[in-house]
């Protein structure tokens, strides 16, 4: 079992988090600094830049789980699963966004797709 950090439409209470019903939630924490969430619709974007902070959730996931969330998130297409740090100093798996694709974007307020609005 992996940890992977979500933060838009894979929380709890947003609209894909079926999509984690077989991992388990471990805590809500923000990245370290140097990550953007931009607003892409329906659905956010991580990117690695920049000097902000992302809200967002951890959860351990089954080595079962990792190919249909990878299918989900089009990596390595669109998303990019990378190693990310976090403000407590753990390491875990989240979905980067390809640059190219983050192009002309708003940036989510205060990293926290949550407060979109």
């Given at each position: ?6 933060y838009g ?10 999509r984690?019903?077989?991992?388990r ?42 190919p ?12 990019v ?15 980067l966004?390809?640059?190219?694709f ?5 940036l989510?307020?205060q ?7």
């Amino acid at each position: 079992m992996q940890q992977l950090f979500v933060y838009g439409t894979l929380m709890r209470g947003e609209c894909n988090a079926e999509r984690l019903k077989s991992a388990r939630y471990l805590c809500s924490l923000r990245t370290a600094a140097g990550f953007q969430l931009v607003n892409l619709g329906p659905y956010p974007g991580l990117l690695a830049r920049g000097t902000g902070t992302v809200a967002g959730e951890v959860f351990g996931v089954p080595d079962c789980l990792w190919p249909s969330l990878d299918a989900f998130e089009d990596h390595p297409r669109v998303y990019v699963r990378s190693l990310v740090h976090l403000q407590n100093g753990t390491v875990c798996h989240a979905y980067l966004l390809r640059p190219e694709f983050a192009h002309g974007q708003k940036l989510v307020p205060q990293g926290d797709w949550r407060l979109r609005g």
